[in-house]
């Protein structure tokens, strides 16, 4: 098997390549010269679904939403957290998923309801970690081990929960069971709370529908890398090989 952090000169241009996809030369020069959109740019990860790169948007200090902006890439305000709930990990997507009809479809399964369709998004992702990051517009490595089946409103909006690659107490973990319970706890507390706004009588319908595991999560991983090479063929350059 090759070693994946490389050496020396091979390591950078594995970076390189993986950051922005692939032999074509026109694409690899472009990576050079101009920063990558975070969602169309950055590869998914040579070893996806089992290791994934994570583009983070909120880090768990944020007193703002942050989220990409789809058409420039850059991050962007999405809103102020008015209230007194704060994302308690890493939070961000996966680059090169959308969340459309094979997503859908795997949730309706999974949840035994028919209409569900896609929110047209990056799948999101949780990523555990004890190292203190201080700041989003991040890129890092991680291991999912399993995913919430959340459904906003009729749309599927799974979450992915993965832990970073060598952290040193969440690294090990190979399966959600293995999560402490008051921060899985939380951390769907705050899915189920953060778009409602005390005192008015209309809230946003979330709803958890189940928690599963890291099979099943990769299999959401590689469902909604299907349904991005399905909305964007014409960036087909820059995907990997094989998923």
């Known amino acids: ?12 241009a594995d970076k390189t390549t993986e950051m922005h996809g692939g032999s074509d030369p ?20 040579e070893d996806a679904p089992e290791e994934v790169m994570a583009y983070i948007e909120i880090v768990p200090t944020d007193t703002v939403k942050y989220e990409v902006d789809k ?15 704060f994302c308690p990990v890493y939070y961000g997507l996966i680059p090169q998923t959308y969340s459309g009809e094979q997503v859908a479809r ?26 203190s ?10 291991l999912p081990i399993g995913g919430l089946s ?13 832990v970073m690659r060598d952290d040193a107490v969440y690294g090990n973990f190979t399966d959600i069971s293995q999560c402490p319970t008051a921060l899985m706890d939380r951390l769907q507390h705050y899915f189920l709370t953060y778009k409602s706004a005390p005192g008015t009588m209309r809230h ?8 599963y595991g890291r099979e ?22 820059l995907w990997p090989k094989n998923l």
């Open 71 to 85: 058409r420039s890439g850059f991050l962007k305000v999405d809103r102020p957290q008015r209230f007194s709930n």
């Open 26 to 45: 026109f694409q690899r020069l472009l990576g050079m010269m101009f920063k990558a959109h975070p969602w169309h740019g950055v590869s998914i990860g």
């Open 106 to 131: 795997m949730f309706a399964k999974r949840a035994r309801r028919k209409g569900m369709v896609g929110d047209g998004d990056p799948l999101d992702i949780c990523v555990l970690s004890e190292k």
């Open 216 to 237: 099943e999560a990769l299999k959401v991983i590689r469902a909604s890398h299907a349904d991005y090479r399905a909305k964007y063929p014409e960036l087909s350059s």
């Open 133 to 142: 990051i201080p700041h989003s517009d991040i890129l890092l490595r991680a």
């Open 1 to 12: 098997m090759r070693d994946k952090r490389g050496k020396g000169k091979g390591e950078n």
């Open 204 to 211: 946003k319908v979330v709803e958890i529908t189940s928690v």
């Open 150 to 162: 959340l459904a906003d409103g009729g749309e599927a909006d799974d979450k992915i929960i993965a």
